[in-house]
């Protein structure tokens, strides 16, 4: 079956509302989460899965809880973040941890309600490595993102934006496929992709990471300027 001829998928990647679709959650003998080894029988990136519990197109499956669809009705803007982080992972929501806050904030200070936007992320599965009890976030690979690339072509096809913010270097890769698009020269441009724009900016987790607080304020403002030029450009 064709991702085109797929039939329409609200229940697929999307995660309803209220209901998180949860899978196994592994954890060692003394209830912290472990890395469990993946097998090349656990991935096959050719499958063409019909929802994300039954996705194998790569290995990040194996040490989620869950995948974690996009939020949102068909809307104008996109926002496309990295991947679900330890607390999105257990919620079954995107960008509901510190990240999801800071993003709430730079939404309301560029005056755009987040039920009118559509937010996911490029790879829809937590990537982690176990340090003592937590679990710390590793950049998803290159063949992660193409694998996932299954799901955001559905939800571009699905949601129909007309301008899709790449939050991040990751985002930015995944939206622009096949193109070498850095981030930092592209930082607050619109960028012409199939059928939509991309506005180009940092991941909310940069304005919270980054170690000075004036490094943090212009982050946090670049994202409510990408914000308000995907409005604008939403509009015109
Ligand atoms: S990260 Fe994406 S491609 Fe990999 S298993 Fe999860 S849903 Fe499938």
């Given amino acids: ?22 899978g196994p959650v592994r954890s060692g003998h003394d209830g912290e989460p472990v890395a469990l080894p993946v097998e090349p029988a656990d991935v096959d990136p050719r499958q063409q899965p019909a929802s994300l519990d039954e996705c194998r197109r790569c290995g990040l499956w194996k040490n989620a809880t869950q995948g974690v669809g996009g939020q949102g009705r068909r809307a104008p803007i ?5 991947q679900p982080g330890d607390k999105e992972d257990l919620a079954g929501l995107p960008f509901v941890g510190p990240a999801g806050e800071l993003l709430d904030a730079a939404l309301e200070e560029a005056g755009i309600p987040r039920d009118e936007v559509y937010i996911t992320n490029a790879v829809k599965h937590f990537k982690w490595e176990p340090r003592g009890k937590r679990r710390m976030h590793k950049t998803p690979g290159q063949r992660e993102v193409l694998a996932c690339r299954y799901w955001l072509d559905d939800e571009l096809q699905r949601i129909g934006p007309r301008v899709v913010v790449a939050l991040g270097a990751t985002a930015l890769g995944a939206v622009m496929p096949g193109k070498k698009v850095p981030l930092t020269p592209n930082l607050g441009k619109a960028l012409p992709a199939a059928g939509h724009t991309v506005v180009a900016t940092y991941h909310p987790s940069y304005a919270l990471r980054t170690p000075d607080r004036e490094s943090r304020r212009l982050a946090f403002e670049a994202i409510v300027q990408a914000l308000k030029l995907a409005r604008r450009l939403e509009r015109d």
């Avoid at 991702?3 to 999307?14: D, F, I, N, Y």
């Avoid at 996109?78 to 990295?82: D, I, Q, R, S, T």
């Fill in 78 to 82: 996109m926002l496309v973040g990295e």
């Fill in 1 to 22: 079956m064709s991702v085109a001829s797929r039939p329409k998928r609200e229940a697929r990647g999307a995660a309803p509302e209220g209901r998180a679709v949860r």
